[in-house]
């Protein structure tokens, strides 16, 4: 399988003139976006951040920080307003590790794997029908606790 590699720009919502640009690969196995810890003083300050669990592919639990809020600016695609997850480099240093994007932001940017083509091609429509079922009893409820 090939790699997809998407130019993405993260910027500090609080600071705009705090920004990154890399390559950054694409795994639609992660969730979220992924910087090496080394980077964050290069995005500043942020509103919030929280300590984070991670289980990795080989089922190593690691620590992460996530910080928010971020602009995170796929190119070819609509920006998306999330949070970064910092975290620790191999024992290789800062150069071993990659920026990881992950499906939460493609799906949230509209942002699609094309497997053959190896790239990310627009989605016309955010998916909900997962949300079918949700959004009747959501519904259901507001009616239903409507004063």
Sequence with gaps: MG???AQTTV?????EDKSIQCGMLVDTGAGALFLPRSWKERLGRFLRTEPVTLVLANQEVVSGEACAPVEIKIEGFRPVWNEVVFLDADSGGDEEFEPLLG????????AAVDMVGHRLVPVPNIDMKQMQGLDRA???RQVAFRP
Excluded: F, G, M, P
Excluded at 103 to 110: G, H, P, R
């Design 3 to 5: 790699r997809i590699i």
């Design 11 to 15: 910027t500090n919502r609080l600071d």
């Design 103 to 110: 499906y939460v932001i493609l799906e949230q940017a509209q």
């Design 138 to 140: 959501v519904l259901h």
